[in-house]
């Protein structure tokens, strides 16, 4: 299984500054057929089910803000929330579909300073 | 607009048994994998099985392989999730999840249900 981890466990940013969230797995989840990156990056608000921001590691889903961004290739990967915002606050989560069993990292809880 | 509605969850003692279901709409059900995802209160997020556009591959995780199925009727597009042999670890919201792209399993999971809530207590 493809183990994934984020860093940090926690964060919290002043209003208007940057945020960036780091994803690791433990296997490149980079097929070479299409070169494309098999990670999404998700929101999660209390309450809430999980939104999809970023699918195929940098591309972002209709609607969602251009101040979040991915980035990165293979095996280690950035979400940045740029200018965060105060409904910005909430658990991130990235997540490889590259294969089963698909696997979700264990969270980034972003607070506002 | 994509709707996915579950339905099923409740408390049930250890041992015990569930149909959980998602009734789906607003797309065309037969051409999108489905995947149920669970969390249990204050955890993180946990795939628990998936199931082809056409129902003819399913996958599981291995915490729950053998006693959970997935299943799928397209012609009243709803898909389910027979939870079987309950544990008190496998209380959990229970989301369904639509594939992003159709006819592709390995895909991220861009629409998702508000969840069912099982909760497995003696």
């Known amino acids: 299984d493809i183990v994934m981890t984020q860093s940090p466990d926690s964060l919290a940013v002043s209003l208007g500054e940057r945020a960036t969230i780091n994803c690791k797995s433990s296997q490149s989840v980079l097929y070479s057929s299409n070169n494309k990156n098999y990670l999404a990056w998700y929101q999660q608000k209390p309450g809430q089910p999980p939104k999809l921001l970023i699918y195929?590691?940098?591309t972002r889903e209709s609607g969602v803000p251009d101040r979040f961004s991915g980035s990165g290739s293979g095996t280690d990967f950035t979400l940045t929330i740029s200018n965060l915002q105060a409904e910005d606050v909430a658990v991130y989560y990235c997540?490889?579909?590259?294969?089963?069993?698909?696997?979700f990292g264990p969270g980034t809880k972003v607070d506002i300073k | 607009e994509v709707q996915l509605l579950e339905s099923g969850g409740g408390l049930v003692q250890p041992g015990g048994s569930l149909r959980l279901s998602c009734a789906a709409s607003g797309f065309t059900f037969s051409s999108y994998a489905m995947s149920w995802v669970r969390q249990a209160p204050g955890k993180g997020l946990e795939w628990v099985s998936a199931i082809s556009g056409s129902g003819g591959g399913t996958y599981y995780a291995d915490s729950v392989k053998g006693r959970f199925t997935i299943s799928r009727d397209n012609s009243k597009n709803t898909l389910y999730l027979q939870v079987n042999s309950l544990r008190a670890e496998d209380t959990a919201v229970y989301y369904c999840a639509k594939a992003t792209n159709s006819w592709e399993l390995l895909n991220a999971f861009d629409y998702w249900g508000q969840g069912t809530l099982v909760t497995v207590s003696s």
């Open positions: 997540q490889q579909y590259y294969s089963t069993p698909f696997t």
């Open positions: 195929w590691a940098s």
